[in-house]
């Protein structure tokens, strides 16, 4: 492809830099405005759809300066938004099979929460447990690249 590195996209070339398939921005938004930051990063909002990748947005998040040890909340890439009850992953429209939920969850507590958030607040016996929350609140949240260790093939 002659040229074709002139024409990388912004996106691209945060994926060639980036050393890990996680991103943790530094700042909180609602889940609507989190999966519009990943995508325009080239990114999406993660998918935690097994033990091995939950384990590993955990770590992430260990390793992140988000991280409070009191109280941790990121978004992740599934909701109910659709059709109560049922949750899709917002990025493959796969439907959610494995999630770590928590005991009394998801439980659209007031009838609102429709998006998926990782939870840990160990005095409150959340330990990197999945939830169901309102969307409109702000959290920080987690982004993933989808093809990791793809990107740079392209040259
Ligand atoms: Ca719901
Ligand atoms: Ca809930």
């Known amino acids: 492809m002659v040229g074709g590195i002139f024409v990388l996209t912004l996106a691209q070339r945060i ?3 980036s050393s ?6 530094s700042f909180k938004a609602n889940w609507h405005k989190a999966n519009e930051y990943c995508f325009f990063l080239g990114m999406r909002l993660a998918l935690t759809d097994s033990v091995e ?3 590993a947005v955990v770590e992430e998040a260990k390793r992140s300066e988000v991280l409070d040890v009191a109280a941790t909340v990121l978004w ?7 059709q109560e009850g049922l949750f899709y992953w917002h ?3 796969a ?11 998801p439980d659209d507590f007031g009838g609102v929460e429709d998006c998926v958030a990782l939870v840990n607040i160990p ?10 929350a309102g969307c409109e609140a702000e959290h920080y ?5 989808d093809e990791h260790g793809q990107e740079i093939k392209e040259f």
């Open 141 to 145: 949240f987690i982004c993933e690249n």
């Open 15 to 17: 994926k060639c830099v």
């Open 91 to 93: 990025a493959t429209g």
């Open 20 to 25: 890990s398939r996680y991103f943790i921005p």
């Open 95 to 105: 439907r959610v099979r494995f999630m770590n939920w928590r005991s009394d969850n």
């Open 53 to 55: 990748r939950h384990n």
């Open 123 to 132: 005095d409150k016996g959340w330990h990197w447990h999945a939830n169901d």
């Open 76 to 82: 992740l890439g599934a909701s109910d938004l659709g």
